[in-house]
């Protein structure tokens, strides 16, 4: 792509309201760094957008931004709320799409194992810098015809923290401006921050509808399912999404970013990018610890980051529901975590105020709501609010179809990943210190998956590398947060599978790699699993709020109180240990481990690793594998 040359002036009160052609609608070009400049300038030439609006994060911006997506009808407002809106998108686009979502490196195997031969890589998929020039080719060139060229400077962490990475994400999209200055730190400060060429993240975006079209715009949600792709260039720290307007494929922040590419920089740089969620629980002795957990999409990171004690003497906080970066401290040993993100892109069916009433109070303003239902009286709907909304109540579905709630229980109102979009400050448990730039000391780390069967409620790793093997060998039910369909059981390896940017084999041996510093103090590993249900299908654990007795038992184990036991799959609670006071659960079943589920899993899961990793997979896991496949063979 040829330079155009960038009009510069040192004299940075002189404004220029013009780039080529192009006219600048909102921004100064001259105020920002030359490096920017010209990356601007080369995306401006490509995809030839109508004006451009340089993003400062001001209120001023959010107001013209909702102001327009009102008027050209892709948000509404839930008048029962304050600057809270509705979006309904194409039903085309609902969700992450992983089959079009791209790692680009000159070798194949720095972005995906070596998998065996007819084992079909799920761990990414990688495609040549050329084969992907194509791709880009067809989409790119002029792709903003007639739209706005908007530029919205974001820090991934908090502002200024040397946790934190920053990030210029470009969009045609008014409504990705809005979601983004939710989920994001967006501020004209981030330029201060590159004025001496420092790095960022590159982030181009757009719907991949260049104006005028003849498709037919559904919703006033342009998008362009047909070529959708996400591609993401790690070594050269570039992400470029076309087609897409939802959640992570245009939030390009959140996974594509926070994960993938972040995933990358810290396995250069020796830290960790996880899809994991952050809290804190203070017990009644006023004694905090901090955890991390990660869950597959859709598996309950939101619901446990914030979640409310079902037992009295605890207080929850949270500091993050879905991403977290991770260091150790070389000097204290602490691995110390930051929540990159701002805001909560959350699963709004099952959220109500029994479930997660942290999450409902905390997107009663400035939030916006996609795919959801609306209530007559200008309300937000969805599935698990019927016992708070009256029966009778006339609900507008997702789809536009009007019914009376409880007349016919076969309506939906919502789509099942629709989302509820809403600033991390306004949870009423946010803890005080979540943007601290030092980060919180992770004391244990969690991991989890929908398992309904086999898989007791929480096993305790025997020690760091058999707690790696714990993470590795995760599997869930799939969910609607991308585009798989049905329930089936899936392998989710550290809950990365979508979201890992670069060879998975490296991944796992860079986990293993952290106990051979002496000085690291290592979390103990867990694995939970919310979802083990009985044979009518019903689920044997309460959760929600009850979670709150597992991460209780967590917390002892993390003293080294002598709660635990050992066995077949790791060390399970002594029988009694944990609190269930007032609860009505079959422990027995809830913990058991039938032989033959495990002698089975144990196979299934050498095969897949071996089949997906081929040698690539650390020989500390087959070691682990071939150890937990003699412990289960002695189960009676
Ligand atoms: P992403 O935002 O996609 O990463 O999802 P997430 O991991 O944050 O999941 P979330 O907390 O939004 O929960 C997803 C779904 O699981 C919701 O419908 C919840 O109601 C349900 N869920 C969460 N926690 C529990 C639990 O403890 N038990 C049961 N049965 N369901 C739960
Ligand atoms: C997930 O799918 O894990 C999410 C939602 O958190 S999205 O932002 O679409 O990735
Ligand atoms: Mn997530």
């Known amino acids: 792509m040829e330079d155009i040359t960038v009009p510069?002036?040192?004299?940075?009160?002189?404004?220029?309201?013009?780039?080529?052609?192009?006219?600048?609608?909102?921004?100064?070009?001259?105020?920002?760094?030359?490096?920017?400049?010209?990356?601007?300038?080369?995306?401006?030439?490509?995809?030839?957008?109508?004006?451009?609006?340089?993003?400062?994060?001001?209120?001023?911006?959010?107001?013209?931004?909702?102001?327009?997506?009102?008027?050209?009808?892709?948000?509404?407002?839930?008048?029962?709320?304050?600057?809270?809106?509705?979006?309904?998108?194409?039903?085309?686009?609902?969700?992450?799409?992983?089959?079009?979502?791209?790692?680009?490196?000159?070798?194949?195997?720095?972005?995906?194992?070596?998998?065996?031969?007819?084992?079909?890589?799920?761990?990414?998929?990688?495609?040549?810098?050329?084969?992907?020039?194509?791709?880009?080719?067809?989409?790119?060139?002029?792709?903003?015809?007639?739209?706005?060229?908007?530029?919205?400077?974001?820090?991934?962490?908090?502002?200024?923290?040397?946790?934190?990475?920053?990030?210029?994400?470009?969009?045609?999209?008014?409504?990705?401006?809005?979601?983004?200055?939710?989920?994001t730190h967006v501020s004209s400060e981030i330029w201060k921050y590159l004025r001496n060429g420092e790095e960022f993240v590159r982030c181009l975006h757009s719907v991949g509808v260049p104006l005028p079209t003849t498709q037919s715009i559904v919703n006033n949600w342009p998008c362009n399912p047909e070529k959708t792709l996400v591609v993401h260039f790690p070594d050269s720290r570039k992400v470029m999404s076309f087609g897409s307007g939802y959640g992570g494929n245009s939030l390009l922040g959140k996974k594509c970013f926070a994960l993938r590419i972040a995933g990358r920089i810290a396995y250069d740089e020796g830290w960790l990018a996880e899809h994991m969620l952050i809290m804190s629980v203070t017990n009644s002795q006023g004694e905090e610890k901090f955890i991390a957990a990660a869950f597959p999409s859709a598996c309950g990171k939101t619901n446990l980051a914030m979640l409310t004690p079902a037992i009295p003497g605890y207080t929850v906080r949270c500091i993050g529901d879905d991403i977290a970066w991770m260091r150790f401290d070389k000097e204290t040993g602490e691995l110390r975590a930051i929540n990159p993100e701002a805001g909560f892109f959350g699963v709004a069916p099952g959220t109500n105020m029994k479930?997660?009433?942290?999450?409902?109070?905390?997107?009663?303003?400035?939030?916006?709501?996609?795919?959801?239902?609306?209530?007559?009286?200008?309300?937000?709907?969805?599935?698990?609010?019927?016992?708070?909304?009256?029966?009778?109540?006339?609900?507008?579905?997702?789809?536009?179809?009007?019914?009376?709630?409880?007349e016919d229980k076969t309506k939906k109102s919502s789509h099942p990943n629709a989302r509820f979009c809403c600033p991390a400050r306004q949870c009423p448990i946010i803890h005080d210190k979540w943007q601290d730039p030092a980060g919180l000391p992770i004391s244990a780390i969690i991991f989890g998956g929908r398992r309904p069967e086999g898989v007791p409620l929480v096993i305790e790793a025997f020690n760091w590398t058999h707690g790696v093997f714990l993470a590795a060998q995760l599997k869930s039910e799939s969910t609607a947060a991308a585009e798989h369909t049905g329930k089936r059981i899936m392998h989710d390896p550290f809950a990365m599978r979508p979201f890992v940017g670069y060879n998975f084999g490296k991944y796992i041996q860079h986990w293993l790699d952290f106990e051979k510093t002496p000085n690291n103090k290592l979390p103990k590993i867990f694995h939970v699993n919310w979802f083990r249900v009985d044979e009518n299908k019903k689920f044997l654990w309460p959760g929600y709020g009850d979670n709150i007795r597992v991460l209780d038992w967590i917390i002892r184990r993390a003293n080294n109180e002598d709660v635990a036991e050992p066995s077949a799959v790791g060390?399970?609670?002594?029988?009694?240990?944990?609190?269930?006071?007032?609860?009505?659960?079959?422990?027995?079943?809830?913990?058991?481990?039938?032989?033959?589920?495990?002698?089975?899993?144990?196979?299934?899961?050498?095969?897949?690793?071996?089949?997906?990793?081929?040698?690539?997979?650390?020989?500390?896991i087959r070691e682990q594998i071939q150890k937990q496949k003699e412990r289960v063979a002695q189960l009676s």
Request: with cysteine; proline share 5%.
């Open 8 to 183: 510069f002036s040192e004299v940075h009160h002189v404004t220029i309201d013009k780039l080529g052609d192009v006219p600048i609608k909102r921004g100064n070009f001259q105020l920002l760094p030359s490096h920017v400049q010209t990356w601007l300038a080369q995306m401006i030439q490509l995809c030839t957008p109508r004006d451009i609006h340089i993003c400062d994060g001001s209120d001023e911006e959010g107001e013209i931004a909702t102001k327009l997506l009102v008027e050209n009808g892709q948000l509404s407002p839930l008048k029962k709320y304050q600057n809270c809106y509705i979006c309904l998108t194409d039903p085309r686009d609902v969700a992450r799409v992983e089959s079009k979502t791209f790692l680009i490196t000159k070798d194949k195997f720095q972005s995906v194992p070596h998998s065996r031969e007819g084992a079909n890589c799920v761990l990414g998929l990688w495609k040549s810098p050329d084969e992907i020039k194509k791709d880009i080719d067809d989409r790119f060139p002029g792709c903003m015809r007639g739209r706005t060229f908007y530029v919205i400077p974001y820090s991934m962490g908090p502002m200024g923290s040397s946790l934190s990475k920053i990030g210029v994400e470009i969009t045609d999209s008014a409504y990705v401006v809005l979601s983004m200055r939710v989920m």
């Open 355 to 406: 479930t997660n009433p942290n999450a409902i109070l905390t997107c009663l303003q400035n939030s916006i709501f996609t795919n959801v239902g609306e209530t007559a009286d200008g309300g937000f709907y969805w599935e698990g609010l019927e016992e708070e909304t009256p029966a009778g109540t006339e609900i507008t579905a997702w789809t536009g179809e009007k019914y009376k709630l409880g």
């Open 571 to 620: 060390l399970l609670p002594k029988k009694g240990s944990l609190n269930l006071q007032g609860l009505n659960v079959d422990w027995d079943k809830l913990m058991a481990l039938p032989k033959a589920y495990w002698v089975g899993d144990i196979d299934e899961t050498l095969q897949w690793l071996d089949g997906q990793l081929g040698d690539d997979l650390p020989q500390a």
